[in-house]
């Protein structure tokens, strides 16, 4: 029951995925991500999509993936046996293709290896530097992740090495599975810091306290053809979490960040 | 003494392992009837598919070529959203000449049973997965290259290679998704190469994707479909209901191979090639009314048409070179002035397997016969062309001359504009006649007179020639519609009839000037044709 919860869920963040990348206007797009044997990420994207890089680390899965997708019409099908941050940190700079959406779909967090600046740090910052260098052309990232993974410890010690300290504050202030989201969007914000990003949260949505999904829109000055505002990344600290628990039907909006006595988003 | 009948049975086992090679590598010799095979089973998987359902499930109607070439590792798939398989017809690839097609299907390209045995030393391995559309279930065959090879040799049988799992493996799965379809996937674990004496691997050039010359195989040995825009396109796509072939696009990663008509061959004419009276063929035929010569607009990237000429086809499935069996019958390059398919429909006139030319049999020889006849009416409309193109380029030219003529020209510009105004009413005296020509070329003259191109510009060219008094002065009474005479010279005169004419000091110079070769012809030298000259000045002048 709860896999099919989260299949459900799932599906409704690829959709949603699909909507946000109709926003960029833009014909032909190029997905990138772990779209596992059965691909639903492709096959809900399709109409959008000409190329396609899809990352696994494990090739039998990438085979099926490939046997799965061969029926559609795709300019490019790249199959990259790979970590995703490796190649993200690797391979991803000299990809001769540009990934206007990504989704990283964890069943896990985000900061996992014992050193994450050599790793899902590096990659976030090589993806955000070649997207840099492409100015006023939007892309969307997703991200699904798993709140409660390694230890809230983890996030903190990491990012207290590359955030500000009221920042931090913010953080550490913030309690039980909400931690993860707050540690990933003061992260996104600090990518935009550095390569100067505008954004758009088009979603972030918190399922059954089990899976976090997060859709924003980024780009490099304003594009004319993105049809979503975008604006200062500020946001990310301001814009509340959809909430889905299993009692209610209909899910809450809920501000991640305890932000009254701070002059961040001022 | 006599004879009793014993009961001798046959199986598997007294069949050799050597067989497999001779189903694959001595009958689909090369790449282009390996691809050729798997286009066709792709193109028949949607034959039992109602083209409606196909579209409600956003499927397209494609055969799906895509490749991949990492580190050396190749692979070739080619995929369809077809009807699918189940296992059990999954084993009807491996099955030896065992084919329901022709029963089961309307219309289907493929016919002699050998499914994935055609593919075999393309790769290393071959997998087949497939999804039956209404079925939960998808099935996998997966055929060991390197091992069936390496296991073939004279103490083995067939029985011993096709149940051994590790060669021919069967699978299964549950499946819970809409789509259905076949993927076939050619995987080249490296170049060419050779277990015992059996080459593997071999398409592995092929799955390069900057390779080029795969784009060149589709033209020559799948079924490309025209493009269905454009006006001359709509007589093929017309065709193609009319010979069974329903239009499958197939694209080369990513990209729509369509066959294109270049915009200059606006002319599309439509013909039926019979056999005994049966139908045998629909043919079209592709030129450039305007132009005479082979073509040249054919750009081999863009149409994909593999040059001018004519193919043989079967549904769509090109077979052999362009122009097969023209040799010696017809003028050689002449059939290079068209381009066009045709695409037989009688049942007994078939390819063989290698793709290259036509089962032999008796009803192959009356169809080439049928199809000779048909070049040679080619031949003869080009030669008919070329005169009607002659006749309208002289009469064109004539027109804008006498125009020319109205205003002020320099002498040389005269003598050009009566010399083509001369050439249009000779075409009008030849092609006015009432006579039977004898010769060829007066054939070719009188038919391409009735053409109604011509026929339009030669009435314009009198009107004109009339009114300016061309006809008269260049042709002789015969030329005009209402006089009918012996022949005359149509070269200028200076005489018209008994009328004496004032003839001014440019026109005098110019015809002087068309005089001079003939002066020339007489065979005196340049010196004495200045004298000539002025002397004929002096007395033009009165200095005489």
């Known amino acids: 029951m709860a896999a099919h919860q989260e299949s459900a869920a799932k599906q409704a963040t690829r959709d949603l995925i699909f909507d946000a990348a109709k926003h960029l206007q833009r014909a ?25 890089i899809c990352i696994d680390e494990k090739s039998v899965v990438l085979d099926e993936t490939r046997r799965n997708i061969a029926g559609l019409t795709l300019k490019t099908k790249r199959f990259v046996v790979a970590d995703i941050w490796e190649y993200l940190r690797q391979d991803y700079p000299t990809e001769t293709l540009l990934a206007d959406v990504t989704f990283l779909d964890f069943y896990g967090g985000g900061l996992h290896n014992e050193d994450p600046f050599a790793f899902e740090i590096n990659g976030l910052r090589n993806y955000f530097s070649k997207h840099a260098r492409h100015p006023a052309k939007a892309f969307v990232l997703a991200w699904t992740y798993m709140p409660r993974d390694r230890g809230r410890q983890k996030y903190i010690d990491t990012l207290s090495q590359i955030l500000p300290a009221d920042e931090m504050e913010l953080l550490r202030r913030t309690e039980g599975v909400n931690c993860r989201s707050a540690a990933l969007r003061l992260l996104l914000m600090q990518q935009c810091r550095e390569h100067n990003l505008q954004i758009n949260l088009f979603q972030h949505a918190l399922y059954k306290r089990i899976m976090n999904t997060m859709i924003v829109v980024f780009s490099r000055g304003p594009d004319s053809q993105c049809s979503l505002p975008l604006g200062d990344p500020r946001r990310l600290l301001i814009e509340p979490c959809c909430v889905y628990d299993s009692k209610n039907s209909v899910p809450r909006l809920v501000q991640l960040l305890d932000l009254p006595d701070t002059n961040i988003v001022k | 003494m006599a004879f009793v009948r014993k009961q001798i049975k046959f199986t598997l086992r007294d069949i050799g392992s050597k067989v497999i090679d001779q189903l694959s590598s001595d009958i689909y010799s090369g790449p282009g009837s390996i691809i050729r095979e798997l286009a066709k089973n792709a193109y028949d998987a949607y034959l039992p598919v109602d083209p409606d359902e196909l579209e409600d499930e956003a499927l397209p109607r494609a055969i799906v070529i895509s490749r991949e070439n990492n580190g050396g590792k190749g692979r070739l798939i080619i995929a369809d959203n077809g009807v699918g398989q189940t296992l059990e017809e999954l084993k009807a690839n491996v099955q030896i000449s065992i084919s329901r097609k022709p029963d089961e299907l309307d219309n289907a390209t493929g016919f002699r049973g050998l ?13 087949v997965t497939s999804s039956k559309k209404g079925g939960r279930k998808q099935s996998r065959l997966t055929m060991d290259v390197k091992k069936i090879y390496s296991k073939i040799s004279p103490e083995r049988t067939l029985d011993d290679i096709l149940n051994d799992s590790t060669c021919i493996l069967f699978e299964e799965q549950e499946y819970d ?39 060149e195989i589709l033209t020559q040995s799948c079924p490309l479909p025209f493009s269905a825009e454009g006006g001359a396109h709509e007589k093929i796509h017309q065709l193609y209901e009319k010979i069974g072939y329903v239009p499958t696009r197939i694209t080369l990663d990513g990209d729509e191979l369509e066959r294109r008509l270049p915009v200059e061959l606006t002319e599309v004419v439509v013909h039926d090639i019979r056999v005994g009276g049966r139908l045998a063929a629909k043919v079209w035929v592709a030129s450039n009314p305007k132009d005479t010569g082979e073509i040249h607009h054919i750009d081999d990237a863009r149409h994909l048409l593999g040059g001018p000429g004519i193919q043989l086809m079967r549904f769509n499935v090109p077979i052999g070179p362009k122009n097969l069996f023209s040799d010696g019958v017809v003028r050689s390059g002449i059939l290079r002035w068209f381009v066009g398919e045709i695409h037989i429909v009688l049942e007994d006139v078939l390819p063989d397997a290698s793709g290259q030319n036509l089962r032999a049999g008796s009803a192959r020889e009356l169809f080439i016969e049928a199809v000779q006849s048909f070049y040679q009416e080619l031949e003869q409309s080009a030669e008919t062309k070329s005169v009607r193109i002659s006749m309208e380029r002289k009469l064109r030219k004539g027109i804008e001359a006498a125009k020319k003529l109205e205003g002020t020209l320099s002498a040389t510009e005269r003598a050009h504009a009566e010399s083509a105004i001369a050439k249009a009413v000779e075409v009008i005296r030849e092609s006015s006649g009432t006579g039977k020509s004898v010769s060829v070329t007066g054939k070719r003259t009188k038919e391409a007179a009735k053409t109604p191109t011509v026929r339009k510009a030669r009435a314009e060219a009198r009107r004109i020639f009339h009114a300016g008094g061309f006809l008269q002065r260049f042709g002789s009474a015969k030329t005009h519609r209402h006089g009918a005479g012996q022949k005359q010279k149509t070269t200028p005169s200076t ?29 005196i030298s340049n010196e004495q044709i200045d004298q000539l000259l002025r002397i004929i000045t002096e007395v033009v002048n009165g200095e005489a």
């Open chain 2, 495 to 523: 005489r018209n009839g008994d009328k004496p004419r004032t003839v001014n000091l440019d026109e005098f110079q110019a015809r002087l000037g068309r005089a001079l070769p003939r002066i020339r012809e007489i065979g």
């Open chain 1, 28 to 52: 032909s797009l190029t997905y990138l991500g772990m779209p596992a044997e059965n691909a639903y990420d492709i096959f809900t994207l399709k109409p959008l999509l000409q190329n396609v």
């Open chain 2, 177 to 215: 998704q809409d789509r259905h379809g076949t993927t076939v996937e050619i995987v080249c674990d490296g170049p060419p190469n050779k277990i015992q004496d059996y080459e593997i691997n071999r398409l592995h050039r092929y799955t390069n994707p900057t390779d080029k010359q795969l784009r």
């Open chain 2, 115 to 127: 499914g994935s045995w055609a593919v075999l030393g393309a790769g290393s391995k071959v997998v």
